[in-house]
C-alpha cells in the first residue's frame, strides 16, 4: 500500500507535460515511406563522409632552397646509334670562376644493337605509352600519384647476348650514375673522346668521318636526384631518329628541388621541366646561325624554390561537426517536409470535401 502510494507521488511530480492519449495522432504508412526515405538518405550522406575522412589529401608548400652545397645524382641510362669508340660523354659546370668537368662517377658504354628485339620494342613501347600519358593527365592524377607511391615501372629493359638481333654492334649504350655540384650544368654526348684543356677540355673527332656521325638516340631513363613517388621523369621513352650526320639536339632542362612527405614515403628528390631544340650544323652558314657541333646536349639549371608535397589526413573534430549537422538537418528538413506535406494534403482535403458538402 506504501508502495503504491509513493509511486503515485513521484507520478505526480513529473515536469514534462503528456498528451492525452486522444489527442495523439495515429502512425501512417505515408509517414513510415518519408522515415523510411530518410534514414536511407542519412545513410548514403554518412557513408560518404566516413569515406572522406578516411581519405587523404596532398598539400603543397614552397620555400627557398638551402640545400645548394649537396651533390646533385643524375640518373642516365641513353642508347646513341654510334659506336663506343666514337662517342664522348662529359659535364661542363657553369661557375662564377669559370666552367670545369671535374664530377663523381662515371658512366658505362655498352656495344649494344640500336635496332631492338621484338621483346625489347614491346617493352620500350609500353614505356612510351604509360609515360606519355602521365605527362598529358599529370595535373589530373598528381595527387594520386603522389599517395600511392608510384615510381616507375620498376623494371628495366631485357638485355639479351648480342646475337639476338643479326649484325654488328654498332651502337653504345650510356648508363650509370654521375654527382654533380647543384649548379647550371651541361651534360652533353658528342663525336670523339675528350682531353683536358686550359678552358676546359676538347673532343678529338679528326679520325671520325662524317658518314659515321648518328645521333639517332633512345632515352630509356634521364633523372635527377633518388627515384621518389609521384615524381615523373619527362624524357623516359623518348626516341629521336635522324639521318642527317651533322645535328644537334638540344634538351632545355629546368629543375626543381622536391621533398615528398606521405604517410608511406619520405623522399628527398628533383622534378624536371624540359624543353627540346634540335637544328642541322651546317658551318657555310654566315655568322653563328649554322655554327656548333653535332651531338645531344642537356643545359639544366636549379629552381631557386623547394617544391613540398605533404599527405594529411583530415581532422576529426572537422569530421565531427560535419556528421552532427547532416543527422541534424536531415532531421530539421525531414520534419519540415512532413509538415508541409501534411498541410497541403489536409488543405486539398478541405478543399475536396467543402466540394462535396455543397453539391449534395
Same mark, same amino acid.
Given at each position: 500500500m506504501l508502495r503504491k502510494r509513493t509511486l503515485k507521488i513521484v507520478k505526480e511530480l513529473d515536469a514534462f507535460p503528456k498528451v492525452p492519449k486522444d489527442y495523439a495522432e495515429t502512425g501512417s504508412s505515408g509517414g513510415g515511406a518519408v522515415s523510411i526515405l530518410i534514414f536511407l538518405v542519412m545513410a548514403a550522406l554518412v557513408v560518404s563522409e566516413i569515406m572522406n575522412y578516411v581519405s587523404t589529401e596532398m598539400h603543397f608548400n614552397y620555400e627557398v632552397d638551402a640545400q645548394i652545397d649537396r651533390k646533385l645524382k643524375i640518373n642516365v641510362?641513353?642508347?646513341?646509334?654510334?659506336?663506343? *669508340?666514337?662517342?664522348?660523354? *662529359?659535364?661542363?659546370?657553369?661557375?662564377? +670562376?669559370?666552367?670545369?668537368?671535374?664530377?663523381?662517377? +662515371?658512366?658505362?658504354? *655498352?656495344?649494344? &644493337?640500336?635496332?631492338?628485339?621484338?621483346?625489347?620494342?614491346? =617493352?620500350?613501347?609500353?614505356? +612510351?605509352?604509360?609515360?606519355? =600519358?602521365? #605527362?598529358?593527365? =599529370?595535373?589530373?592524377?598528381?595527387?594520386?600519384?603522389? %599517395?600511392?607511391?608510384?615510381?616507375?615501372?620498376?623494371?628495366?629493359?631485357?638485355?639479351? /647476348? !648480342? @646475337?639476338?638481333? /643479326?649484325? @654488328?654492334?654498332?651502337?653504345?649504350? !650510356?648508363?650509370?650514375?654521375?654527382?654533380?655540384?647543384?649548379?647550371?650544368?651541361?651534360?652533353?654526348?658528342?663525336?670523339?673522346?675528350?682531353?683536358? &684543356?686550359?678552358? $676546359?677540355?676538347?673532343?678529338?673527332?679528326?679520325?671520325? =668521318?662524317?658518314?659515321?656521325?648518328?645521333?639517332? &638516340?633512345?632515352?630509356? #631513363?634521364?633523372?635527377? $636526384?633518388?627515384?621518389? /613517388?609521384?615524381?615523373?621523369?619527362?624524357?623516359?621513352?623518348?626516341?629521336? !631518329?635522324?639521318?642527317? /650526320?651533322? %645535328?644537334?639536339? +638540344?634538351?632545355f632542362i629546368q629543375i626543381v628541388p622536391t621533398k615528398v612527405r606521405t604517410l608511406a614515403h619520405s623522399v628527398d628528390t628533383y622534378q624536371f621541366s624540359v624543353t627540346t631544340l634540335n637544328r642541322t650544323i651546317d658551318h657555310s652558314l654566315p655568322g653563328h646561325g649554322g655554327g656548333g657541333a653535332p651531338g645531344i646536349f642537356f643545359k639544366y639549371k636549379f629552381s631557386p624554390l623547394t617544391v613540398i608535397g605533404t599527405e594529411e589526413r583530415k581532422s576529426v573534430w572537422k569530421f565531427t561537426v560535419r556528421l552532427c549537422g547532416i543527422v541534424g538537418g536531415i532531421f530539421s528538413t525531414a520534419g519540415l517536409l512532413q509538415r508541409l506535406c501534411g498541410y497541403v494534403t489536409n488543405l486539398l482535403l478541405g478543399h475536396f470535401s467543402k466540394q462535396q458538402h455543397s453539391s449534395s
Open positions: 641510362d641513353i642508347t646513341v646509334a654510334m659506336a663506343c *669508340d666514337a662517342l664522348g660523354a *662529359d659535364i661542363v659546370e657553369l661557375t662564377d +670562376q669559370g666552367s670545369h668537368t671535374e664530377v663523381e662517377g +662515371q658512366l658505362e658504354q *655498352d656495344p649494344v &644493337h640500336f635496332e631492338l628485339s621484338d621483346r625489347q620494342r614491346q =617493352y620500350f613501347a609500353t614505356i +612510351q605509352h604509360v609515360n606519355t =600519358y602521365l #605527362r598529358n593527365q =599529370y595535373h589530373a592524377i598528381q595527387a594520386v600519384l603522389w %599517395k600511392s607511391g608510384y615510381s616507375g615501372m620498376g623494371v628495366e629493359m631485357p638485355r639479351g /647476348p !648480342l @646475337e639476338s638481333v /643479326p649484325g @654488328e654492334a654498332k651502337a653504345c649504350r !650510356l648508363h650509370g650514375s654521375i654527382y654533380v655540384n647543384k649548379v647550371s650544368g651541361n651534360f652533353h654526348i658528342t663525336a670523339g673522346k675528350s682531353i683536358p &684543356h686550359p678552358r $676546359g677540355h676538347v673532343h678529338l673527332t679528326d679520325s671520325i =668521318y662524317r658518314e659515321d656521325h648518328n645521333f639517332s &638516340h633512345r632515352i630509356e #631513363r634521364l633523372s635527377f $636526384g633518388e627515384v621518389g /613517388p609521384g615524381v615523373v621523369s619527362p624524357l623516359d621513352g623518348d626516341e629521336v !631518329l635522324t639521318t642527317e /650526320p651533322y %645535328k644537334m639536339f +638540344q634538351y
